[in-house]
């Protein structure tokens, strides 16, 4: 069972890169908005499911443990296995260096975090900050995208 659903991800995943670059196209969306924001709201959306419902039942701590978590399994674990994978399997190596703006804006997201969690309690203008945070980081990748190098 596990290597036949592994082969339908598969297959919905190219399904998936082809609608999304042809998608990407017809709006003028930037690579960097499309890995960033697309992809990962699309790649996140069963912890999203999760966490909402965390959320929903008024289990804050279930909440944001499920969405600080994810992120930190993509961080430390997802993304060096890629870039160590593209050495043997891709066109070309991939590698870890960002441009200064996303840099900045990891940063930010980091420490947003942090300021968030550190109270143990939250309010609903609290969540209307996250929002506008991920906004503003939307909408930069979006009008700004990174200086090609």
């Known amino acids: 069972t596990l290597a036949g659903v592994t082969v339908l991800v598969a297959l919905v995943s190219e399904v998936f890169v082809v609608s999304v670059q042809k998608a990407a196209e017809a709006f003028w969306m930037t690579p960097a908005f499309v890995g960033f924001i697309v992809v ?10 999760s966490a909402f419902s965390g959320a929903r039942k008024n289990r804050l701590d279930l909440s944001v443990g499920i969405a600080l978590g994810s992120a930190a399994q993509i961080a ?14 891709g066109p070309t190596p991939m590698d870890l260096q960002f441009w200064p703006g996303a840099v900045v804006m990891i940063l930010i997201a980091t420490l947003t975090a942090a300021l968030v969690t550190n109270s143990g309690r939250s309010a609903w203008f609290v969540g209307v900050l996250l929002l506008m945070v991920y906004l503003i980081f939307a909408m930069t990748l979006y009008l700004l995208p990174p200086r090609a190098q």
């Open 40 to 49: 990962a709201l699309v790649g996140g959306a069963a912890e999203m499911g």
């Open 76 to 89: 430390l674990f997802v993304a060096p296995v890629l870039v160590m994978c593209s050495y043997v399997l």
